[in-house]
């Protein structure tokens, strides 16, 4: 009867390679989370005060005044920020009271009395409702993805190789 033998060495590169797979299992995690945060947060950020798309690349619609979209004095840019949320999340977004209706669009109605009154320009508006529509912010397009992962490869590179 005849036989194949097949007969490999390693000569230190499996020891090579185990180094390099205990590198990447001390990942810290927190951090290369943190940095997706922070690239997040400045996408946001970015596409608030000069892109005025959604995420999908769909324009805004204008605002009646015809003034920069969503910036007003800036507030719901400047509330934009992450938070690394235990060993495998992380989310960035706004807390103030009306960064929702931005995101999703709705209507506001009067809580107490007959009308909404506010200021637009000089002058005093009384409304029954406005209906804002949706000019979301919040989201990762293509190019944003594209960014992320470039960050993912680099810090797994940079685990990798110690």
Do not use: C
Not at 67 to 85: C, P, Y
Not at 100 to 110: F, N, Y
Request: proline residues 4%; positive net charge; aromatic residues 6%.
């Amino acid at each position: 009867m005849t036989g194949v033998v097949l007969n490999v060495t390693m000569d230190g590169s499996f020891d090579r390679l185990t180094r390099r797979v205990d590198n990447l299992a001390a990942l810290n995690r927190t951090l290369v989370l943190d940095g997706l945060g922070q690239i997040g947060e400045m996408q946001t950020k970015r596409r608030i005060a000069s892109e005025k798309t959604a995420p999908n690349g769909t324009p805004w619609r204008p605002n009646r005044r015809g003034t920069s979209i969503l910036v007003q004095q800036g507030f719901l840019r400047d509330s934009i920020h992450h938070a690394v949320e235990g060993s495998a999340s992380v989310r960035w977004g706004s807390n103030l009271v009306y960064a929702a209706i931005h995101q999703t669009g709705g209507t506001i109605l009067p809580t107490s009395g007959r009308f909404l009154v506010f200021r637009a320009g000089d002058r005093m508006v009384f409304a029954t409702s406005v209906t804002i529509p949706a000019r979301p912010y919040l989201g990762i397009s293509v190019a944003n993805r594209a960014q992320m992962e470039r960050h993912l490869v680099t810090m797994l590179g940079r685990q990798l190789n110690g």
